[in-house]
């Protein structure tokens, strides 16, 4: 049966799930981080589940109004800043992937906090992709790997990416059918599921019945049974 070992998720929705509940889209963002805990927590627990990449904030995000963002970065550092305990209590290590140069000097600070704090956690890494754009990152590691003598090989290129690891597992939440810019190169043989449901409205219900689906799928990697 097939491990679902690299979870990765576009968690989308917040701001439809608000509006339609009468809100404002922020308070989507915010019902939204409280499902990121559940859904870490409980990856956290499950045998098989080595690593969870979470779509947080991407390279293109910055193009929303100013006050929606500026919501979004403060959410972050009061979610980094809470959530200490629980990364530490479940032994989660906690790694950003982004070009995290763009974030302010307080937020960068936090991140890195977190990081060193849970540096030495082995269980469930979470992958938290903060102003993440796959273009941005293939751009940057081909930058840092250009100049090598023999060309560029796969390997080469894999391991100066940011995300070194390839996805089994790809969900998309909030009905659309696209990758929206996220681990481009990882996501190559993946399966990919996309839902419906709004992401405030994801549960470990809805990820263990997509985790019994994946199980199921015959995965073939280009070869036959
Ligand atoms: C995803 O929810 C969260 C982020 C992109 C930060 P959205 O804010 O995109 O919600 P919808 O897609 O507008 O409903
Ligand atoms: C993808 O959602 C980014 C995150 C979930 C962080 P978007 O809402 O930004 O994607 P598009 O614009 O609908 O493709
Ligand atoms: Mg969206």
Redesign the pocket.
């Known amino acids: 049966m097939n491990k679902a070992r690299h979870i990765a998720i576009?968690?989308?929705?917040?701001?439809?799930?608000?509006?339609l509940k009468g809100k404002k889209?922020v308070q989507?963002?915010e019902a939204?981080a409280k499902i990121v805990k559940e859904i870490t927590t409980f990856c956290s627990n499950a045998k098989d589940i080595e690593r969870l990449t979470l779509?947080?904030?991407?390279t293109e995000?910055w193009k929303?109004p100013r006050l929606?963002v500026e919501f979004?970065m403060k959410l972050l550092e009061k979610y980094l800043k809470n959530e200490l305990n629980t990364y530490i209590r479940n032994n989660i290590r906690f790694e950003p992937i982004g070009d995290l140069r763009a974030f302010s000097k307080s937020l960068q600070k936090t991140i890195q906090t977190i990081q060193e704090k849970t540096a030495h956690c082995d269980g469930l890494v979470q992958a938290l992709a903060l102003n993440y754009g796959a273009q941005d990152e293939i751009i940057r590691a081909v930058n840092k790997i250009k100049d090598c003598d023999d060309g560029i090989t796969e390997v080469m290129l894999s391991n100066a990416l940011d995300s070194k690891h390839s996805v089994d597992l790809l969900i998309r939440t909030?009905g659309?059918h696209r990758l929206s810019n996220f681990l481009l190169w990882q996501v190559a043989y993946a399966e990919i599921f996309f839902i419906d449901t709004?992401?405030p409205d994801f549960k470990v219900e809805s990820l263990e019945k997509i985790l019994k689906d994946f199980k199921k799928i015959e995965r073939r990697f280009g070869g036959i049974k």
């Open positions: 576009i968690m989308d929705g917040n701001g439809r799930w608000a509006e889209r989507g963002h939204g779509y947080a904030f991407s995000n929303r929606e979004l909030g659309d709004l992401w």
